[in-house]
């Protein structure tokens, strides 16, 4: 049922975003940073962990109003959007798959209380602004609060243009892991989502609390072999995620420059006073945010260097 009552919704998506945007009035900069922005749990109120329903129906109002459209990671790893002109980029990231980004109610229906439901509410009056998230979620827990609806609820998330990532099987701290160990944590959780997803190709991984493993390069690249569950017969689970994210940090660079390091990149955590900090400091400094000319233009397409000069660091906060 449940299903059925969101393909009327997804299918009218695209008669809404078919109407007409009033181009954007800002000189394009490809070179410009972009936000990846990163929640964690929803509830009622603000905490250092949490945002609460009202606070996120006010952070999508606000970033709208400020020009940046949503892209998934795996549109900004590859250079995979194309914006109005005088829009700017902006990755919205889940971590964890918390009770309450996506929980449906009794009815079956997303529920308004819920991070997925906020945005979908608004989006419906919004459409320059979809749902086109970035989900990573831990397998071996209570995805989403709602066992039972996990596969349902990945599936409707893909359908509305959002990502499913990685954040390994149960959010260990990888660093203090052993090679085997590390391999089964990300290839056991690559392994569930297939499971959900088939077909699907998961190109990203969120570390558990932003710690690398030793060594670093098994986040992105590497393999498992073991049983998934006991006396079952032993699988293969291989990755190679162009996308690596840090749990907070700053700004990244722009996807369409020479030498993006995709393996370790960094995201700002939304809470109060930093994601204020971050809108803040983009309106003071326009000639550091990523401006779309209106085109596509395939990732790392752009030098390095302009006129024999790097792009300047950021300046003092």
Do not use: C
Request: glycine fraction near 10%; hydrophobic fraction near 45%; charge should be positive.
């Amino acid at each position: 049922m449940r299903i059925r009552l969101w393909a009327l919704f997804l299918a009218a998506l695209p008669l809404l975003a078919a109407q007409p945007l009033k181009p954007l009035a800002r000189g394009a900069n490809l070179r410009g940073e972009v936000m990846i922005l990163v929640y964690h749990k929803f509830g009622p109120a603000d905490g250092r962990w949490t945002r609460s329903f009202d606070s996120f129906s006010q952070d999508l109002a606000r970033l709208d109003a400020a020009g940046y459209r949503p892209i998934t990671l795996r549109q900004y790893i590859t250079g995979d959007f194309a914006l109005p002109a005088g829009a700017s980029p902006v990755v919205l990231t889940f971590d964890d798959g918390s009770a309450y980004q996506m929980r449906f109610g009794p009815d079956g229906k997303l529920s308004a209380d819920s991070a997925v439901g906020r945005w979908a509410a608004f989006a419906a009056q919004h459409p320059e602004f979809p749902v086109h998230g970035t989900f990573f979620i831990n397998p071996g827990d209570d995805v989403f609060g709602q066992r039972d609806a996990i596969q349902a609820k990945l599936r409707m998330l893909v359908q509305m243009g959002s990502e499913v990532g990685n954040h390994t099987l149960t959010h260990p701290n990888l660093s203090k892991l052993s090679n085997a160990a590390i391999e089964r944590e990300i290839g056991m959780g690559q392994y569930d989502i297939d499971g959900w997803l088939p077909g699907y190709q998961v190109v990203s991984l969120a570390l558990p609390y932003g710690i690398f493993p030793k060594p670093p390069a098994l986040a992105a690249v590497g393999a498992w072999t073991g049983a998934p569950q006991p006396h079952r017969s032993d699988v293969t689970v291989r990755w190679h995620y162009p996308a690596v994210v840090k749990v907070g940090a700053g700004p990244a660079p722009s996807p369409l420059v020479a030498g993006l390091e995709g393996d370790k990149l960094p995201r700002i955590q939304v809470f109060t006073p930093e994601f204020d900090k971050w809108m803040s400091y983009f309106a003071a400094h326009p000639a550091r945010r990523f401006v779309s000319d209106g085109e596509r233009h395939a990732a790392g397409s752009l030098p390095a260097s302009v006129s024999g000069h790097r792009l300047a660091s950021l300046p003092a906060r």
